[in-house]
């Protein structure tokens, strides 16, 4: 059916010219993108490069303009890949070791001053490998949330944005290489194909598939900019924020930040998908895609006057991260606003579960040490070596449970 499904969108959008082919829904896009035609979108890959073509015709097709090199709207990029985990990939000219990435690049030119990014990363695992947290064979990581999510969502705002009358220009770009090391986004800000100077603020969307019911939303780099907070909680429509200042973060929008550029990362959540063959296109929340996309639109046109947003730097919160030598085992609840650290996830024959700790448990205590959020759970966590042993609280439901962990 997957193949069927791609089959027909390329026919009727290469096909004759007579008639303009009906645009797919996000559904339907995240289908194709996560379907296993594509083999997980593996930068450099053949079928990233079917996966970009892909996405070039949907751009085509919204009536976006190329913004890529030498008038398409592709921009690429040849790279080695780095053998020593520590050292910096270098982007160079090809050759026989060298892999391509492809960004794709579209473009509503309203001859204005100032110009918005709106970007999403469309590359993923391939089969797996590095970065892969599954343990079996070679496997399609399909990559749905992440981040087929966060392209349909750029690819709505584009319709939007382009059957609106706005005043400043738009920059959509689908960045190929992030899960390398933000590679696209990094090589986009270095070799720009229009003026940086001109760009008002850069929005990022990262898996944004998996809103949950209580619809919280994560947005990093709320202190980029002295407006963020404001406009942010002004044009919400009842989402549960949950804010983070830095404009340092693991995705794409660093890369912009890093160039002095105002951003704003969205972000559904963690899950025990992520970076699994089973991050799928039906366990997505294509309802709070929409209003994810609503949302951002409204904000979009909130702000869409002559004015370049003022610029702000913010701590780096990644440079605070205690440094640890032993892990639990869990995926924690990035959203979770309480009192604690909760586990959305349990790794199998790790620490956590070995002790019995549940998904929903959320850790108060960790040894001497009282955990009340995330870098509380680090510091207390980089107090131990392999072969420790300590005492573990949590609560689940009404309950405060112990446990023995050995690490």
């Not at 399609?140 to 750029?154: E, I, T």
């Not at 995705?251 to 160039?259: G, K």
Request: one cysteine or more; a negative charge.
């Amino acid at each position: 059916m997957k193949k069927i499904i791609l089959g027909v969108f390329f026919v009727l959008a290469l096909g004759c010219k007579r008639e303009e082919p009906k645009l797919p829904s996000m559904e339907q896009e995240v289908q194709i993108l996560a379907s296993d035609e594509f083999k997980g979108r593996e930068t450099g890959t053949d079928e990233e490069l079917r996966a970009a073509a892909y996405i070039r015709e949907l751009m085509l097709g919204i009536g976006l303009t190329p913004k890529g090199n030498a008038g398409t709207y592709y921009q690429t990029f040849t790279f080695k890949p780095k053998k020593d985990p520590h050292q910096l990939i270098r982007f160079q000219e090809g050759g026989d070791s060298t892999i391509t990435g492809t960004n794709v690049i579209g473009f509503i030119d309203h001859g204005a001053a100032n110009t918005v990014v709106i970007g999403a990363h469309y590359d993923h695992l391939g089969l797996g490998g590095e970065g892969s947290l599954y343990k079996g064979e070679p496997a399609v990581h399909n990559g749905a949330d992440d981040n087929a999510s966060g392209v349909a969502v750029l690819l709505d705002l584009a319709r939007k944005i382009k059957e609106t009358e706005l005043s400043k220009n738009y920059l959509f770009i689908t960045f190929s290489g992030e899960e390398m090391g933000l590679l696209g986004s990094n090589f986009f800000t270095k070799n720009p194909t229009l003026d940086l100077d001109g760009v008002s603020y850069m929005l990022n969307l990262d898996m944004v598939g998996r809103l949950r019911e209580d619809k919280t939303l994560s947005v990093s780099g709320t202190g980029t900019s002295p407006i963020w907070p404001q406009v942010l909680n002004t044009s919400n429509p009842g989402f549960k924020l949950v804010f983070n200042e830095s404009g340092v973060g693991p995705s794409d929008h660093t890369s912009f930040y890093l160039q002095d550029i105002p951003v704003l990362h969205f972000f559904t959540g963690q899950h025990e998908d992520y970076h699994k063959p089973t991050d799928d296109a039906e366990k997505l929340n294509y309802e709070g895609m929409r209003l994810i996309s609503s949302y951002l639109f409204n904000l979009v046109k909130e702000l869409d006057d002559d004015q370049k947003l003022a610029f702000r730097k913010t701590k780096n919160e990644s440079e605070e991260v205690p440094r640890f030598k032993v892990a639990l085992g869990v995926v924690p609840d990035y959203l979770f606003d309480g009192k604690g650290m909760r586990i959305d996830g349990i790794s199998e024959d790790k620490p956590a579960q070995k002790a019995g700790l549940q998904k929903g448990d959320i850790v108060v205590r960790l040894g001497d040490s009282t955990v009340v959020d995330m870098m509380s759970y680090m510091r207390a966590l980089s107090a131990f070596e392999p072969g420790d042993s300590t005492t573990v609280s949590v609560k689940r439901n009404d309950q405060t449970l112990k446990a023995r962990i050995i690490f």
